[in-house]
């Protein structure tokens, strides 16, 4: 019978203690010795050899308890649990929690470490190797989440048929979009062009020039404040729907928005509903009336600030 | 074994040691008391310990490093794999292209598809060393015969990874390939005609063949690791 963990230790005169810890052998893998705490007055390791009988919950010592007290106090740092070691087949051996059963720590790592030190260079070795990776693996999967903005200039006709002054007149292009691997792609689009009064231009421009600069803050055009054409992006600053140029009962003729019916005034100002800012303007230039050019300047529907999208 | 009380086990010197240890006694408190709690729920040591003491009877040898190394290639192959599908369509009309895009226009990407492409060829190599390495050592012997069987039933894996894997790209040597190897398998008497039309799902190679493929090269691996892990620990 293996001796347990816990049971009682009784010397030939009295009781002593109770077993703590079980030390293994690792060649035999037999129980060599046990770790008798001595009710308080320290542990000490007494060798199977000493020990009588083995019953349940008592084990039986040949020893006189003066003679156990007087063995050395055991030694903690000699030891290892099994938590910290491998040992085949030990497990068939004995049926206790591995945390309470010692092995001797082994005499070629006590202070040379030889292993300990192999062990911690794999770990580099492996930091060293796995670590350059992060970056690539990094950049690779980030290949495509900062793209730039396609700031190209996109012909959309002659503006002579823009007849009447305050009034919006839909101006429809094709836009080319070219994503990843994909093949390039066409997709329709639309502004609405205004030929403003000075009156007008005053409420667009309230006397300065407007900017647009790209996402590094590099200025990338000006619009004039004189120049009488503005170009409204035709996507509703709401929730991007495409709105018209008609006539309101009360209003008179406004931009207007079927979907959640927010109103702009010919400057792009919101007159009613629920858009949270004024129509996006798109940079816009004219060098000939035949050959007009802007570049789409959408941005984020449904947001107060005027936070671009690609 | 008899001892004195009080005395210590004496314990074998020098490599035939049945046992040893690694672990620092010493390390920094704050530390260790993030490492222990983590210890404590995942076992760390206990795992460390099992890849770093292996107890190899009779010695190491490189000649054993095959499987290990396999091993290691296959969990490359898995994360490169996962990092390429990331771009990759397997669609006819798109595989080629994004197979290039990778190439060409995504950092590093070149690096991360030539390192699949030359990972299933390592594997192929490896496969061979190892198995060549069992047999001589007639580590495929009771009671580990079927450990042989099923490492050939892994063998068959890693070459239909190879076979598989190889049409991905899209471009006229991946498609050719494909239609060589389904030729050579079409001529197999019988199940011949079967065998080749369930490899391309139908008459001739075609998109019904890429996704086959791809199936078999992206979904065949999650259900092997258990597999390798498995021959690669058992021999133990």
């Known amino acids: ?310 | 074994m008899e001892f004195k009380a009080g005395t210590k086990v004496p314990i074998a010197d020098g490599l035939d040691e049945p046992y040893s240890c690694s672990f620092s006694r010493h390390a920094a408190n704050g530390r260790r008391k993030v490492f222990d709690f983590v210890d404590e729920r995942v076992g760390l040591k206990l795992l460390a310990a099992k890849m770093l003491n292996e107890s190899v009877p009779g010695g190491s040898r490189w000649a054993y490093v095959f499987g290990s190394v396999l091993l290691f290639i296959f969990i490359m192959q898995a994360v490169t794999g996962v990092l390429l599908m990331f771009y990759y369509v397997p669609t006819a009309d798109h595989a080629y292209a994004s197979t290039q895009y990778i190439l060409h226009d995504v950092d590093y990407g070149w690096f991360l598809l030539s390192y699949h492409f030359w990972g299933s060829s390592a594997m192929v190599v490896c496969v061979f060393a190892h198995m060549s390495q069992v047999f001589l050592w007639g580590a495929y012997k009771k009671p580990r015969e079927l450990i042989w069987l099923v490492g050939l039933a892994l063998f068959g894996l890693v070459m239909g990874f190879g076979f598989t894997g190889y049409l991905l790209p899209w471009d006229q040597r991946a498609y050719w390939a494909t239609t060589v190897g389904v030729e050579i398998m079409d001529k197999t008497p019988l199940i011949g005609d079967f065998l080749a039309r369930l490899l391309k799902g139908g008459a001739t190679p075609g998109q019904m063949t890429l996704s086959r493929f791809f199936r078999h090269s992206r979904h065949g691996a999650p259900r092997s690791p258990d597999w390798v892990g498995r021959v690669a620990s058992l021999p133990l």
């Open chain 1, 1 to 310: 019978m293996q001796p347990q963990l816990k049971s009682k230790v009784r010397c030939a005169d009295r009781d002593v203690g109770e077993v703590t810890k079980v030390i293994m052998d690792p060649l035999s893998h037999e129980v060599s010795h046990l770790v008798v705490s001595m009710n308080g007055a320290g542990e000490r390791q007494v060798s199977m050899g000493s020990v009588q009988t083995v019953t349940d919950d008592l084990v039986q010592l040949r020893s006189s308890s003066s003679e156990v007290m007087a063995l050395p106090p055991f030694k903690r740092d000699d030891y290892v649990t099994l938590h910290e070691v491998e040992i085949p087949g030990l497990e068939r051996h004995i049926h206790v929690t591995p945390g309470e059963v010692l092995v001797p720590f082994p005499e070629l790592e006590r202070n040379v470490k030889r292993r300990t030190f192999f062990t911690n260079l794999t770990y580099v070795m492996g930091l060293f190797i796995g670590l350059p990776l992060v970056y690539p693996v990094l950049k690779y999967l980030m290949k495509p989440m900062y793209a730039p903005f396609d700031n190209r200039w996109l012909k959309i006709g002659n503006v002579g048929k823009v007849k009447a002054d305050d009034a919006g007149t839909q101006f429809k292009f094709k836009r080319k979009v070219k994503e990843a691997y994909l093949p390039e792609a066409e997709i329709e689009k639309n502004v609405w062009l205004v030929k403003a009064t000075p009156a007008v231009l005053e409420k667009v421009y309230q006397g300065k020039d407007m900017e647009f600069r790209d996402a590094t803050g590099k200025t990338l055009w000006t619009n004039k404040k004189d120049m009488p054409y503005i170009a409204f992006s035709g996507k509703c600053p709401h929730l991007g729907c495409g709105y018209k140029w008609r006539k309101h009962k009360v209003l008179g003729p406004v931009f207007l928005c079927p979907c959640h019916v927010s109103i702009y005034d010919a400057s792009g100002r919101v007159l009613e509903g629920p858009a949270p800012r004024p129509s996006t303007c798109c940079r816009f230039r004219c060098p000939r009336v035949a050959r007009c050019k802007l570049s789409i300047w959408n941005s984020k529907p449904g947001r107060r600030s005027q936070s671009r999208m690609v």
